[in-house]
């Protein structure tokens, strides 16, 4: 069967190792995951109440989430028209890239981000420029000079994934100024709810002035949303509109809508999230530390440790036999932030992985 010949250079996309797999691979009773920057405080007692009174499944859902457009759009501040939705932000990079690559374009990003930016822009046969960071950070100069008249798409995921690093306003700022009017600017906020940065930009204030901006947010990480899969773009209404043409008709379920209203309901649930994650931050920071060992500091859920390639294997492969699951970058290893008895246990364990040689 012949497919587009780039996927031949491509896999599927891998969430790493299931805790079953490695309970039989390693005959484990207890497996620990921190490997996907999931919530371990699942989700808002709001949003179970909600799905719980769901009456029907048999009914399509509402393809042009009314309900949750006025719900978002309050949240925020900004116009419905501003909104579109997706079934989480995989599925909308998806909606960008088909709705605006072609194989004469290209799109620029970090060579250290989400992996999805890169992936389809390689099924739309565009050309990929992806910019090395600079101590963890988006390089903003180096991503500027590499924009010409084909680039159609600019990525920053801010907070950064896997780093956790962030660009700030005064710098996101000065690159818009730089960026042509038809580059569109995409900031991926997936981790925004977990930011405490005093100079974070707060981006929903430039859309007026940069209509080449949009915004993706999500309910999959602070708001434990997950397995639901719902997440959203906020950009000028002229854009979102050219956008919904590649949208699916039904792609965010019933379920999935109820859940996001209730969960914007809760906001205490979420403040108390980002509070715990970030005390539970410190400890890390406090144990790298005392190890004398490199870390990002992070403004999301997880925090990067950079590594020798030699030394990312042992230590992922010996947090693996102990039944703790993270997540290996060609760069270093990612840990999520577990709850506070997970990340007490884990930091026992370090201190048996660790001298590692860096």
């Given at each position: 069967?012949?497919?587009?010949?780039?996927?031949?250079?491509?896999?599927?996309?891998?969430?790493?190792?299931?805790?079953?797999?490695?309970?039989?691979?390693?005959q484990?009773?207890?497996?620990v995951?921190?490997?996907?920057?999931?919530?371990?405080?699942?989700?808002?007692?709001?949003v179970?109440?909600?799905?719980?009174?769901?009456?029907?499944?048999?009914?399509?859902?509402?393809?042009a989430?009314?309900?949750?457009?006025?719900?978002?759009?309050?949240h925020?501040?900004?116009?419905?028209?501003?909104?579109?939705?997706?079934?989480g932000?995989?599925?909308l990079?998806?909606?960008?890239?088909?709705?605006m690559?072609?194989?004469?374009?290209?799109?620029?990003?970090?060579?250290e981000?989400?992996?999805?930016?890169?992936?389809?822009?390689?099924?739309?046969?565009?050309?990929?420029?992806?910019?090395?960071?600079?101590?963890?950070?988006?390089?903003?100069?180096?991503?500027?000079?590499?924009?010409?008249?084909?680039?159609?798409?600019?990525?920053?995921?801010?907070?950064?994934?896997?780093?956790g690093?962030?660009?700030?306003?005064?710098?996101?700022?000065?690159?818009?100024?730089?960026?042509?009017?038809?580059?569109?600017?995409?900031?991926?906020?997936?981790?925004?709810e977990?930011?405490?940065?005093?100079?974070?930009?707060?981006t929903?204030?430039l859309?007026?002035?940069?209509?080449h901006?949009?915004?993706m947010?999500?309910?999959?990480?602070?708001?434990?949303?997950?397995?639901i899969?719902?997440?959203?773009?906020?950009?000028?209404?002229?854009?979102?509109?050219?956008?919904?043409?590649?949208?699916?008709p039904?792609?965010t379920?019933?379920?999935?809508?109820?859940?996001?209203?209730?969960?914007?309901?809760?906001?205490?649930?979420?403040?108390?999230?980002?509070?715990?994650?970030?005390?539970?931050?410190?400890?890390?920071?406090?144990?790298?530390?005392?190890?004398?060992?490199?870390?990002?500091?992070?403004?999301?859920?997880?925090?990067?440790?950079?590594?020798?390639?030699?030394?990312?294997?042992?230590?992922f492969?010996?947090?693996?036999?102990?039944?703790?699951?993270?997540?290996?970058?060609?760069q270093?290893?990612?840990?999520t932030?577990?709850?506070?008895?997970?990340?007490?246990?884990?930091?026992?364990i370090?201190?048996?992985?660790i001298?590692?040689?860096?």
């Amino acid at each position: 069967m012949n497919v587009k010949p780039q996927l031949a250079t491509l896999k599927a996309y891998t969430p790493g190792k299931t805790t079953d797999e490695v309970k039989k691979e390693y005959q484990l009773e207890k497996i620990v995951k921190l490997a996907s920057n999931e919530n371990p405080y699942g989700c808002s007692p709001h949003v179970l109440k909600a799905i719980s009174k769901t009456e029907t499944l048999a009914i399509y859902p509402d393809g042009a989430a009314v309900k949750l457009k006025e719900a978002v759009a309050e949240h925020l501040g900004v116009d419905p028209a501003q909104l579109i939705f997706s079934s989480g932000l995989d599925e909308l990079i998806q909606i960008i890239s088909r709705a605006m690559l072609v194989p004469e374009s290209n799109t620029v990003m970090a060579s250290e981000t989400f992996s999805q930016y890169r992936h389809h822009a390689i099924i739309e046969n565009a050309e990929v420029r992806e910019i090395p960071l600079r101590d963890g950070r988006h390089d903003l100069t180096k991503m500027a000079a590499a924009i010409d008249e084909n680039t159609k798409i600019v990525w920053i995921c801010n907070p950064n994934n896997p780093t956790g690093t962030y660009v700030t306003k005064e710098e996101l700022v000065r690159f818009l100024n730089t960026v042509p009017k038809d580059v569109l600017v995409v900031m991926d906020e997936a981790y925004y709810e977990y930011v405490t940065a005093n100079d974070y930009p707060q981006t929903i204030s430039l859309l007026d002035q940069y209509n080449h901006l949009l915004i993706m947010r999500t309910f999959s990480k602070a708001y434990g949303l997950a397995g639901i899969r719902i997440g959203y773009g906020i950009a000028a209404p002229t854009l979102i509109n050219k956008l919904d043409v590649v949208r699916l008709p039904f792609n965010t379920s019933t379920l999935a809508q109820t859940a996001a209203i209730a969960a914007l309901e809760d906001p205490e649930f979420i403040e108390e999230c980002m509070i715990i994650n970030t005390n539970e931050l410190e400890k890390y920071y406090r144990f790298f530390d005392q190890q004398q060992m490199a870390y990002y500091r992070s403004q999301a859920n997880f925090i990067f440790i950079p590594l020798t390639k030699s030394s990312i294997e042992e230590m992922f492969q010996q947090l693996l036999e102990r039944g703790w699951i993270v997540r290996k970058f060609p760069q270093g290893i990612r840990i999520t932030i577990g709850t506070e008895q997970e990340n007490e246990e884990l930091l026992k364990i370090l201190k048996e992985v660790i001298p590692i040689k860096q």
